[in-house]
């Protein structure tokens, strides 16, 4: 089993940045092989993939973020990151990570409120 857990959420003011966390640990096996996801859930709204990074290296964005929010990972921490610029209210949401194992399974943490007043 992985367990992941999300840090680093908060309330800041449009305009302003956050950097989320998702440690992993547990039986980590592969790590280089996973994809690693952030997803979000606002109230009200369905949950969606905000960033993905590829166990390939590449990495993709929901279009509404692109170009302000970068993932990352770091194999050897076990560690992915999401850095969050120029910050807007409507980014306000609950943000989740989601990993994807050399399995194909699916392991989700327990999410971080990112709030963002005007």
């Known amino acids: 089993q992985v367990q992941l857990v999300e840090s680093g959420g908060g309330l800041v003011q449009a305009g302003g940045s956050l950097r989320l966390s998702c440690a992993a640990s547990?039986?980590?096996?592969?790590?280089?092989?996973?994809?690693w996801c952030w997803y979000r859930q606002a109230p009200g709204k369905p949950r969606e993939l905000v960033a993905r990074?590829?166990?390939?290296?590449?990495?993709n964005y929901a279009d509404s973020v692109k170009g302000r929010f970068t993932i990352s990972r770091d194999n050897a921490k076990r560690t992915m990151y999401l850095q969050m610029n120029s910050l807007k209210p409507e980014d306000t949401a609950v943000y989740y990570c989601?990993?994807?194992?050399?399995?194909?399974?699916?392991?989700w943490g327990q999410g971080t409120q990112v709030t963002v007043s005007s």
């Open positions: 547990g039986i980590i096996i592969n790590i280089n092989r996973w994809d």
């Open positions: 989601k990993v994807v194992d050399a399995r194909q399974a699916n392991y």
């Open positions: 990074a590829i166990s390939d290296g590449s990495t």
